[in-house]
């Protein structure tokens, strides 16, 4: 039994040897020709694997009602539309004026802004405004817009006549009345006649005061105005406002005229001017400075 077992191993060592050396044969006489055999191609594509996520449900009793959050309250916004109020309360409609400077005044809502154009008017903080306007002579449509803060507006408009004032025509001057010449009386004529002499020109007695504008604004640099008049011979006539005054003494012939300068004069205010004598005789008038 030996004998055969020993002789199964040495004829497998002896079949084990032969197949190497026939593997061995094949590797030296069977290389690969690289330059004459096509390359391999790969698929070099990479294919993606759909495969469903899951996801483990949440035992119940985990998450309690009182754990979620509340739901949040926005605020809704709210859009006004509603337009300012805005009045015009001076000048009224239709009214007429003399001068091209005139004041607007008038009301509207706190912290709204009005404007005439492009120029736009102070407001104060209870809603009132005042704007001073330069108008063309005639008859002017003015319209007042005001914007709230979310740019809603409203218009109010009057109807303002500035008339040009007629410059007064100089009044003549009052000439005094020639008194008759006295006729020379006869003289006997050896007596040479005696020339007649001329009595001297009497003053009239009567008086009368008067006051009168020449211009009522001005544009100039410093800004004046004349007045003129009548009055008693000698007495003195004061002109006197707020930024000019002067003193006057009447001529002879009853008549006076005075040029005032008013340097101080802010532009656009109209202020009142006053005329009088010695004997309490009263005038008044208007003036602005429109530069």
């Known amino acids: 039994m030996r004998k055969w077992l020993a002789l199964l191993i040495g004829i497998s060592a002896i079949a084990v040897a032969g197949t190497a050396l026939a593997v061995a044969g094949s590797l030296e ?3 690969p020709d690289f330059a004459t055999e096509e390359p391999v191609k790969v698929d070099t594509t990479i294919k993606e694997i759909e495969r469903p996520i899951e996801f483990e449900p949440i035992p119940k009793g985990m998450l309690a009602e009182d754990d979620l959050p509340e739901p949040v309250e926005r605020p809704v916004k709210t859009v006004d539309d509603t337009p300012p109020m805005v009045e015009i309360l001076h000048p009224e409609d239709g009214q007429v004026f003399t001068t091209h400077e005139i004041v607007f005044e008038g009301i509207t809502e706190p912290e709204a802004r009005v404007f005439f154009g492009d120029n736009e008017a102070e407001v104060g903080e209870d809603g009132s405004w005042r704007i001073v306007l330069h ?11 005001a914007f709230d803060e979310h740019e809603n507006s409203a218009t109010d408009s009057v109807t303002v ?4 004032p007629e410059k007064p025509k100089p009044q003549p001057k009052e000439q005094p009345k020639e008194q008759p010449k ?3 009386k006869e003289q006997p004529k050896e007596q040479p006649k005696e020339e007649p002499k ?15 504008q020449l211009y009522g604004e001005c544009s100039e640099n410093p800004p004046y105005d004349v007045f003129w008049g009548t009055g008693k011979p000698g007495s003195r006539i004061v002109v006197e406002a707020e930024y000019g005054r002067k003193v006057i003494e009447v001529n002879d012939h009853g008549e ?14 109209v202020f009142v001017i006053h005329v009088a004598d010695e004997f309490g005789n009263l005038a008044e008038f208007k003036f602005v400075r429109t530069g």
């Open 161 to 164: 006549i500035a008339k040009e």
């Open 135 to 145: 108008l063309d002579w005639g008859e002017n449509l003015v319209t007042a817009e």
């Open 29 to 31: 006489t069977d290389e």
């Open 182 to 184: 006295e006729q020379p």
């Open 198 to 212: 001329e009595e001297p020109k009497e003053e009239p007695t009567e008086w009368k005061f008067s006051a009168h």
């Open 256 to 269: 006076w005229e005075a040029k005032v300068i008013f340097e101080e004069a802010p532009v656009g205010e």
